[in-house]
């Protein structure tokens, strides 16, 4: 199993300004991917990851409101920038195991005020 | 299409057996699997089952699959109260990215 650890846990953070997460995984892995959960729902995929390329935005979400980063084979940043209080949220970071288990890092718990 | 669904809440008695159903609508998912979410915490992999198996079992978790229905449980024999959670059913979109159901809530209860 991989192990993933995001910083920060938690933030409360004003509205306008960014916050950047960190995906830090202690293995090589091709994949990286950045969900989120709105409160009290479910997980929604943001963007896939991919070490030296751009990563792949999913509908609804675009690079300008969260950039992200991919440098290496373990590491992510995710950056909500401008933030409003919708995106008060948990935000995941995620990796495949080969093919078959997907792994989620702890979350950062945020709440724009 | 991506559309997973589950009940939304489930009550046990301590020591039953809990039985959660989720139903998912893409025929060619390879992997479906079961989350759980402790309140302030991530998300847990418990199991996960390949698209061509009809069963799989890990202790206290029986998984069961009913491809042609799209249908997947998860049962927990023996409940305790640390399995009180939200627990997530999702199926692998063309092998990499995840689509997850509602989740169901668990409650146990003494």
């Known amino acids: 199993s991989a192990v993933i650890s995001q910083k920060p846990s938690r933030d409360i953070c004003q509205r306008g300004t960014s916050l950047t997460i960190q995906c830090q995984v202690d293995?090589?892995?091709?994949?990286m991917f950045w969900y989120r959960q709105q409160p009290g729902q479910s997980l929604t995929l943001i963007a896939t990851?991919?070490?030296?390329?751009?990563?792949?935005?999913e509908s609804g979400f675009v690079i300008d409101k969260f950039p992200i980063s991919r440098p290496n084979l373990t590491f992510s940043t995710l950056t909500v920038s401008n933030m409003s209080p919708e995106d008060s949220s948990i935000y995941l970071c995620?990796?495949?195991?080969?093919?078959?288990?997907?792994?989620f890092g702890q979350g950062t718990r945020l709440t724009v005020v | 299409g991506e559309d997973v669904e589950q009940s939304l809440f489930l009550s046990v008695r301590e020591g039953d057996s809990s039985v959660i159903n989720c139903t998912y609508t893409?025929?060619?998912?390879?992997?479906l699997y079961w989350y759980k979410q402790e309140p302030g915490a991530g998300l847990q992999l418990l199991t996960y089952?390949?698209?061509?198996?009809d069963m799989k079992q890990d202790q206290r978790l029986t998984v069961l699959l009913n491809k042609k229905d799209k249908h997947l449980s998860l049962r927990i024999a023996d409940t305790q109260t640390g399995d009180s959670a939200i627990y997530f059913c999702?199926?692998?979109?063309?092998?990499?990215?995840?689509?997850f159901g509602a989740g169901t809530t668990v409650t146990v209860r003494a």
């Open positions: 893409d025929s060619s998912s390879t992997y």
């Open positions: 293995s090589q892995v091709t994949m």
């Open positions: 995620s990796v495949k195991g080969g093919n078959t288990e997907a792994f």
């Open positions: 089952i390949f698209s061509n198996m």
């Open positions: 999702a199926e692998s979109i063309n092998d990499y990215k995840l689509s």
């Open positions: 990851a991919n070490q030296g390329s751009e990563a792949t935005y």
